[in-house]
């Protein structure tokens, strides 16, 4: 009876194995890729995602990139035949969030590329997921050196970005100290964030190399909302500029602070990318004053920027952007899309087989590409941004900062 | 002789006491080579100081709930950092609709005064619906039980304020006549630091006084001593911890306001860490106790403004700053291994045996 049943499993289980051997067979398409292809079966769509931060006190950051992303995949309506879907989730902006996103997306075998992270702290746990995952990834707006710094553990294969690297930024806020506020004494906080730390890191070291002074390198929690203190314990050192390349929350109630602490009152504050946003005029009330923030330089944009993008932003969304990575957004989801239709084969019933390492090897390749940016050309360890950095100036009540450097 | 020495102490003490004593050793040893290398002047110290200060009284008027409440029902009542939220949370729209229609600018004092009654009144309302509807069923139930259901009402509190007014910051617009400073000897002082200092102050008093002279604090230290004693003896124990929770919740909303006009930006997330200290330093003055939540707030304030520069900058430690609650907490272990139940707590267990 048992040696029966037993049979009966087996002929069961051969006749499965043969039926799914025979399965690839009976499409003309053979995937011969090193991590696999993406199959999108006629009618389906093709699956993109997104991991970025969308809630929370840095969700502007996030919701800005992800309408780049969809005005983007609007503006191309369908690709190679299949509506593009578009779905995602939220990076949290820090590790733990970048764990559980980055968990939940690379379950999901029917995604081809992610659009994230928001945030390099995010990234540095989230694109080992992804990237085992077969994915590619490409961001937005992740500025760390490390994510794309060859032979760095950091650096993962599919991962790319549209972000301009700190090294790059931080440079550029140092060379502005310089040259345009004169000053020979500075100090840096950071919050702990790999963003927020090599910012500091890179703006000391450009700034020392200039001939300046670095009275203090300070870190802080960006969950705090006290930074009296330790703005109070940098005074002494009498640093002529503030460097805290932070986030907005924290940000906003430093730049409060400062303008409130004895022997600050006449120092110059600045900050980065990460605090181009309406929540910091919200936050720091009138003492955003006078407060400097590098960003990526809009004004070098393509015309198109202003001539399609920003109309359909708009349109679209109801309002001015809210952050500043839209465009790279929009860049990074147009160059997916071409290697995309590089690389994908099509059956003769609309099937469409999309191998995984060839979409890499395609976005590795990008050349000359005309995005909003710039042209851009991506290296070997995924660095494809065109960089131009600029220096803005907050005006109270007042949104966007206006441009003041170069 | 020996031996019974030896039995009196356990290897645990000798462990704890070489704990203690190695953190009295980077206290002192800190501050003496901070001082020695002479990087920050006097004033700095004072600022510091006054920063600190400032803190402890937005800590000391929330930790002012926590230890009413555990005096009189001998819970911890986590949901009281959301209370704390809930007041400066609500009383910001008015704030900005006051901004708006030019009112906040042309009578400030008024306007002052209207926004703190809000924040009072929503604080205080729902921590009194907190304790009917999640407290009170529960409380013949064992002591862990209404401890979780609190944890569990601090993030329904957390996110049904993130799904009422959003997850963005919402900032106060600035009033006018705290702008500045007032000198006291030769020292500027920011005017709404002397305003948290003294009001946190005030407010302790007149719980303290409210809960030794009146009749109803009689009534509140009766509850706490024994509910059901209390109620034979003709006290509505339901209204006297109604009351408690009431006293609380208005403390806490005060405390927002205070808050506010230290760091004028509220969030939803706000009332977190503010009320984890807060609690922490109820538990260091002794929880129960209304002056010793004061003292304990006010010594981790000042501990978290002066402690980094104080014990570590002396020994080349680089970013102190992000080790303030680090410190903090230690010295907290610190106190509680000489102290155990904190640094007045002990009087209330005289005074009651």
Redesign the interface.
Same mark, same amino acid.
């Given at each position: 009876m048992s040696k029966r049943l037993l049979f009966v499993f087996a002929a069961l289980i051969i006749a499965t194995m043969v039926l799914s051997a025979c399965g690839p067979k009976a499409s003309t398409y053979e995937c011969t890729d090193a991590i696999g292809c993406v199959t999108v079966a006629p009618g389906d769509p093709i699956h993109l995602a997104y991991d970025m931060v969308i809630? !929370?006190?840095d969700?502007t950051l996030g919701i800005d990139s992800r309408n780049g992303v969809e005005i983007a995949i609007a503006e191309k309506g369908q690709l190679l035949g299949h509506d593009v879907q578009l779905t995602g989730e939220d990076d949290g902006c820090s590790a733990e969030g970048g764990q559980a996103s980055g968990t939940k997306l690379a379950a999901d075998t029917t995604i081809v590329a992610v659009f994230g992270t928001s945030c390099s702290s995010a990234a540095r746990v989230a694109v080992p997921l992804l990237s085992q995952a077969g994915f590619v990834i490409i961001s937005a707006s992740n500025t760390a050196p490390d994510l794309t710094k060859a032979g760095d553990p950091n650096n993962w294969p599919g991962y790319l970005r549209t972000a301009h690297n700190d090294t790059i930024q931080g440079a550029a806020a140092a060379q502005f100290a310089v040259d345009f506020l004169k000053v020979t004494k500075a100090a840096t906080i950071h919050d !702990?964030s790999l963003y927020a730390e090599s910012l500091a890191n890179q703006f000391a070291k450009v700034f020392q190399e200039l001939g300046g002074t670095i009275t203090a390198?300070?870190?802080?929690?960006p969950?705090?909302?006290?930074f009296?203190?330790?703005l109070?314990?940098l005074?002494?050192g009498g640093p002529e500029l503030i460097y805290y390349p932070i986030f907005?929350?924290a940000g906003?109630?430093i730049t409060?602070?400062a303008k409130?602490?004895?022997g600050l009152e006449n120092t110059s504050l600045m900050g980065a990318d990460g605090m181009f946003s309406p929540?910091v005029t919200?936050?720091?009330?009138?003492a955003v004053e006078g407060l400097f923030v590098s960003s990526p330089d809009t004004s070098s944009f393509s015309q198109k920027y202003n001539d399609y993008f920003l109309p359909k932003y708009q349109e679209l969304f109801g309002s001015e952007p809210v952050s500043i990575f839209h465009a790279h957004a929009y860049d990074a989801t147009w160059m997916v899309m071409n290697a995309i239709e590089a690389v994908a084969v099509k059956d003769a019933d609309g099937t469409l087989h999309i191998p995984r390492q060839a979409l890499r090897d395609a976005m590795y390749a990008t050349k000359d590409f005309q995005g909003l940016t710039g042209v851009l050309t991506c290296g070997p360890t995924g660095d494809c941004a065109n960089p131009k950095i600029a220096v803005y100036e907050y005006h109270a009540g007042e949104y966007p900062p206006i441009k003041v450097w170069p | 002789m020996l031996r019974t020495w030896r039995q009196r102490i356990t290897i645990a003490d000798v462990v704890v006491w070489i704990i203690g004593l190695s953190i009295a050793f980077v206290v002192v040893y800190g501050s003496i080579k901070t001082i020695e290398v002479g990087k920050y002047n006097t004033r700095v110290w004072i600022d510091l100081t006054i920063t600190g200060l400032a803190l402890g009284g937005v800590y000391a008027l929330i930790a002012l709930g926590y230890t009413i409440v555990y005096g009189v029902l001998k819970m911890i009542n986590f949901a009281h950092s959301e209370i704390f939220m809930s007041g400066p949370f609500t009383a910001v729209f008015l704030a900005l609709a006051l901004y708006k229609n030019g009112f906040w600018n042309s009578h400030p004092y008024i306007s002052l005064l209207l926004v703190t009654l809000l924040a009072v009144t929503v604080s205080s309302t729902l921590a009194v619906l907190l304790e009917r509807i999640a407290y009170r069923p529960l409380r013949t139930a064992p002591r862990l039980v209404p401890l979780i259901t609190a944890i569990g009402a601090s993030f329904f509190l957390q996110y049904a304020f993130r799904g009422f007014f959003g997850s963005g910051l919402q900032a106060y617009p600035e009033l006018g006549f705290l702008k500045g400073t007032w000198t006291f000897g030769s020292i500027p002082v920011y005017k709404t630091q002397v305003v948290v200092i003294i009001s946190a102050l005030i407010m302790m008093l007149i719980l303290y006084g409210f809960v030794q002279l009146t009749k109803m604090g009689k009534a509140m230290r009766a509850v706490s001593e024994d509910k059901e004693v209390a109620g034979l003896m003709g006290i509505d124990v339901d209204r006297i911890i109604m009351l408690t929770f009431a006293l609380g919740g208005a403390s806490a909303g005060l405390g927002g306001i205070l808050y506010i006009l230290l760091f004028p930006v509220v969030h939803f997330f706000m009332g977190f860490i503010p009320g984890l200290k807060a609690f922490t330093a109820a538990v260091l003055g002794g929880i129960g106790n209304v002056p010793g939540a004061f003292l304990g707030a006010m010594i981790l304030g000042i501990l978290e403004a002066v402690g980094p520069s104080l014990f570590l900058d002396g020994m080349g430690i680089a970013a102190p700053y992000q080790l303030k609650d680090a410190i903090a907490f230690i010295i907290l272990v610190f106190i509680l291994i000489i102290r155990p139940s904190g640094i007045l707590g002990e009087r209330i267990t005289q005074t009651k045996a």
């Open positions: 809630n !929370g006190p969700a !702990g390198q300070e870190a802080v929690d969950n705090q909302t006290d009296k203190s330790v109070t314990s005074a002494p907005v929350k906003s109630l409060r602070q409130e602490t004895t929540d919200a936050g720091a009330g009138d | -």
